[in-house]
């Protein structure tokens, strides 16, 4: 029998290469709970990724949203080999000059009074730091009882328990429940229930007025914090609210001191085409969660940025903030942070994001012509097309037809690394709508290279549907 390597060689997506796909050659017994696909990565440059077989791939979705910045850029190598010859790790309490300087450039480029932060090594990390402080800032402002952290339905907010708990989504949640804590949860904006006849505008009040309900039945006098993310999630992946969305939920916050707290791990760092995703609402949450672009994937680095309100309550009350990893402020994570604004600021990137966005957004009406395509959103450097077998009900392919494989298998097999490829099929329940394709590119991408990721996905689509129907 042709061993897995021989039919990636050949560029088949026979029922070998389909089923070798996700069982790559070599011994992963003694990595728990890996799931490596049949791509050996060799190297990486630029938007591309090599394999051991010298077969050359885009990276469409920058991995998971992480990478902002191209692969191998030299700027960050050379910042981080810098680091790394004077000294990698420093005990988090002897005065590491880089840090202090890395939070001022954190500052410069943050909304409002959020002027303080605090680094850890990963955005589920910093989402927990994030509701711990909020707890902590409800107490040092002599609010005893508020504790609970609201967040919306289907959203992900990470993997630790807390976050999880956050998340509130059936498929992540079903090994864990009852889940420690068992917060309450709302509704988040969608425009696919807006009633007939009353704009999105409208809309956005009426979703956002989900929160003041909830605040109600808890008791104001319980609830410590809000978090979501600036678009959605799960079923609405990518759907930007209008603006009276988030003013309305800064407004509620606001009225019942209700911390807000944004989840900015996938929209932070230039993605949308502003440094931040809430910057398009005019609206400065209380703390802003960050991860993911923030070290573009070099160094694991994450962040929590507080205001200077928040900040200013501990310092009165001498209150220390009663946490902290052994790995937060890392050496190497505060150089490769550092050097990641700058190459953003030098390079032009938010300006670059914001004109490739429109090039990459114009494959729109094609893609909406398909028959597959039931949507395509999204804003920035980050498109999120909606596929279903059937438009009309919006249903996806039987489990048996392997449809989200074929297309994994497919997009490799055309040179392209799709973020749903990186994780394996995702699970149909967790999707009420259809299977989501993020394109997500780095933010230095080029227009010929948006054509290129967008031929290379029309080709995928061509042949997926052929197959299929
Ligand atoms: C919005 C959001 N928040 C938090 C996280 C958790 O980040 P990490 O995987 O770095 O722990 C993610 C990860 O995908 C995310 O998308």
Redesign the pocket.
């Known amino acids: 029998m042709a061993d897995s390597r021989e039919q990636a060689q050949d560029g088949g997506i026979g029922s070998g290469r389909l089923a070798n796909i996700l069982r790559p050659h070599g011994d992963w017994r003694h990595a728990f709970s890996y799931h490596p696909m049949d791509v050996v990565l060799e190297r990486a440059d630029g938007i591309y990724l090599y394999d051991r077989d010298g077969r050359r791939y885009i990276d469409a979705s920058g991995g998971?949203?992480v990478m902002n910045l191209l692969h191998n850029h030299p700027r960050m190598k050379a910042a981080i080999t810098r680091q790394l010859e004077r000294f990698a790790y420093p005990h988090p309490t002897l005065a590491n000059p880089e840090r202090a300087e890395y939070g001022r450039m954190l500052a410069e480029i943050l909304p409002g009074s959020l002027n303080v932060s605090y680094l850890v090594s990963?955005?589920?990390?910093?989402?927990e730091t994030a509701f711990k402080l909020a707890r902590q800032a409800q107490l040092v402002r002599g609010n005893r009882d508020k504790y609970k952290i609201i967040s919306v339905r289907d959203?992900?907010?990470?993997?630790?328990l807390a976050?999880l708990g956050a998340s509130h989504n059936p498929v992540s949640q079903r090994h864990f429940v009852p889940m420690i804590p068992q917060w309450p949860h709302i509704r988040q904006y969608s425009d696919f229930d807006r009633p007939a006849g009353v704009s999105r505008e409208e809309w956005g009040v009426h979703c956002a007025q989900a929160l003041e309900t909830a605040i109600h039945y808890e008791g104001p006098q319980t609830v410590a914090a809000f978090i979501a993310?600036p678009h959605g999630?799960g079923p609405d992946y990518g759907v930007v609210p209008p603006v009276s969305y988030w003013q309305t939920i800064r407004e509620i916050c606001d009225r019942y001191e209700v911390l807000l707290i944004a989840?900015?791990?996938?929209?932070g760092f230039g993605r949308t085409g502003r440094w931040f995703g809430m910057e398009h609402f005019g609206v400065v949450p209380d703390i802003m969660?960050l991860?993911?672009g923030i070290s573009s994937g070099y160094v694991?680095l994450?962040a929590v940025a507080v205001s200077d309100e928040i900040n200013e309550a501990f310092l009165q009350s001498r209150a220390h903030f009663v946490h902290g990893f052994t790995m937060g402020g890392h050496g190497l994570a505060c150089a490769a942070g550092k050097e990641v604004i700058s190459i953003i600021r030098d390079e032009g990137l938010l300006e670059n994001c914001r004109r490739q966005s429109e090039r990459l957004f114009s494959y729109r009406e094609r893609l909406l012509q398909r028959r597959t395509v039931a949507d395509v959103r999204g804003w920035g450097l980050f498109l999120v097309a909606e596929v279903v077998r059937d438009k009309r009900t919006m249903e996806f392919f039987e489990p048996e037809q392997q449809a989200e494989r074929l297309f994994q298998s497919l997009a490799l097999k055309n040179g392209l690394v799709l973020y749903g490829t990186l994780y394996g099929p995702r699970r149909q329940p967790a999707f009420r709508r259809g299977l989501p394709i993020w394109i997500s590119p780095p933010l230095s991408v080029t227009g010929e290279q948006v054509d290129e990721i967008m031929q290379r996905l029309e080709a995928t689509f061509e042949e997926w549907e052929a197959a299929l129907f």
């Open positions: 998971p949203f990963g955005g589920s990390e910093a989402v959203s992900y907010h990470g993997m630790t976050a993310t999630c989840d900015e791990v996938v929209t969660v991860g993911k694991p994450a």
